[in-house]
T-cell receptor
Framework: KAGVTQTPRYLIKTRGQQVTLSCSPI?????VSWYQQTPGQGLQFLFE???????NKGNFPGRFSGRQFSNSRSEMNVSTLELGDSALYLC????????????FGQGTRLTVV | DQQVKQNSPSLSVQEGRISILNCDYT??????FLWYKKYPAEGPTFLIS???IKDKNEDGRFTVFLNKSAKHLSLHIVPSQPGDSAVYFC???????????????WGLGTSLAVNP
């Protein structure tokens, strides 16, 4: 079974630009969550999508948005990039059942210059 | 407000000795706890979990202990190996969430260094 796939792995953008990151969950998983990791800040929860609907949201500004498609693939968009958005963005998928274990992708390293 | 706290940002242990990573939580509604391990530039990988109906769960060199009255859990690694050097995250799941809509609340992580 293929794992969680995130593309691209690395990205360099300039301030003010926007960026879209992609995540393909494990086959059969309907829940996809996005996290931001910066040094010293741990895993900051961005949002979770389940069956194309956002059902949980963290405390991030509206510049951060996402969506999920009918095949459970998800995209995350950040508009008007700031230097502080430089981070490792992680996507995690979970099965539909009662298990709460999340399976993570390798992440997208975003650098804003 | 950090509901899951890992108060030690780093820990250094000699190879072969025991590593003990601690995690405290404040929400009494948490009923399921997980430990993840993360290497640099990779996503976290699941290590071990424990349900609130248990006080101990063991998997090879890894044991997680849960003390519900103290709202404290710990991960023991025995014996520690250099390959265990990574950041360890504690996460908790909230029983008050409905059905499959269970959020995972994460600690900030503890960086473990196992020295040869």
């Amino acid at each position: 079974k293929a794992g969680v796939t995130q593309t691209p792995r690395y990205l360099i953008k300039t301030r003010g630009q926007q960026v879209t990151l992609s995540c393909s969950p494990i086959s059969g998983h309907r829940s996809v969550s996005w996290y931001q990791q910066t040094p010293g800040q741990g895993l900051q929860f961005l949002f979770e999508y389940f069956s194309e609907t956002q059902r949980n949201k963290g405390n991030f500004p509206g510049r951060f948005s996402g969506r999920q498609f009918s095949n459970s693939r998800s995209e995350m968009n950040v508009s008007t990039l700031e230097l502080g958005d430089s981070a490792l963005y992680l996507c995690a998928s979970r099965p539909t059942g009662v298990g709460t274990e999340a399976f993570f992708g390798q992440g997208t390293r975003l650098t804003v210059v | 407000d950090q509901q899951v706290k890992q108060n030690s940002p780093s820990l250094s242990v000699q190879e072969g000795r025991i590593s003990i990573l601690n995690c405290d939580y404040t929400n009494s509604m948490f009923d399921y706890f997980l430990w993840y391990k993360k290497y640099p530039a990779e996503g976290p990988t699941f290590l071990i979990s424990i349900s609130s109906i248990k006080d101990k769960n063991e998997d090879g060199r890894f044991t997680v202990f849960l003390n519900k009255s103290a709202k404290h859990l710990s991960l023991h690694i025995v014996p520690s190996q250099p390959g265990d050097s990574a950041v360890y995250f504690c996460a908790a799941s909230d029983v008050s969430s409905v059905g499959n809509n269970r959020k995972l609340i994460w600690g900030l992580g503890t960086s473990l260094a196992v020295n040869p």
